[in-house]
């Protein structure tokens, strides 16, 4: 357990942005799961406004959320030959 003042605080503050975070993260994670489960325009403009809030914030790295936004878009749009 931490001593001095400043870490004690410090700690406290962890825990409330850890549990913050979580909260975020799960949301994100459903978002991604029902729009593979059924990817259409509607759940596409909604997880990728989520994602680009994520990076935006530092919950995900940007080119993660580059990286899912593509993949995701490749189940909505058909592949042309």
Avoid: E, G, Q
Wanted: net charge positive.
């Amino acid at each position: 357990m931490p001593i001095i003042k400043s870490a004690i605080k410090k700690v406290r503050k962890d825990k409330i942005r850890t549990a913050r975070n979580a909260v975020k993260s799960n949301a994100l994670k459903k978002l991604i799961k029902i729009t593979r489960k059924t990817p259409n325009a509607k759940n596409l403009t909604a997880v990728f406004s989520a994602l680009d809030k994520a990076a935006k914030t530092n919950l995900i790295h940007r080119n993660k959320a580059a990286r899912l936004k593509s993949r995701l878009s490749k189940l909505v749009t058909p592949k042309a030959k």
